[in-house]
């Protein structure tokens, strides 16, 4: 797995994608697009927004994500803000469903399905029963 993930990373597709990621990402321009392209049918698919929540970890665990110091409770307090505030703009999608859940699962890992995959595994569960 480390071998194939580090070949991936090793490309400069990769990184280029990344840099776009970033760039749209931070400028709002994903959401503006988004907002576009939607088809109103999108309206009525039940849709579940995955969020690694940095902000929702407790102090000691939000201090080692954002590299702090676990007593500095007012620099923790700023992070988690900062942070709560790039995980809503991805809780932004449910404005375009009528059944829309956002699940924030309390890790710094981006790969939420491994940080928590019993926890995706039940989310994905419970939204095929609701399909069903």
């Not at 321009?29 to 690694?52: C, M, N």
């Not at 809780?91 to 019993?118: G, K």
Request: glycine share 4%; with cysteine; net charge neutral.
């Amino acid at each position: 797995m480390a071998k194939a993930l580090i070949a991936s990373l090793s490309t400069p597709d990769y990184w280029r994608a990344y840099l776009s990621e970033a760039e749209n990402n931070y400028g709002g321009v994903i959401y503006r697009q988004a907002t576009s392209l939607l088809p109103h049918s999108w309206l009525d698919i039940p849709i579940r927004v995955v969020i690694a929540s940095a902000a929702s970890m407790n102090d000691e665990d939000a201090a080692k994500a954002f590299g702090l110091s676990p007593t500095d409770h007012e620099a923790i307090a700023a992070a988690r803000a900062g942070r709560l505030q790039f995980e809503d703009r991805q809780a932004r999608i449910c404005e375009f469903a009528r059944e829309c859940r956002v699940d924030r699962v309390p890790t710094s890992n981006h790969y939420v399905q491994n940080a928590a995959p019993d926890r995706v595994a039940d989310i994905i569960t419970g939204l095929i029963k609701k399909v069903r």
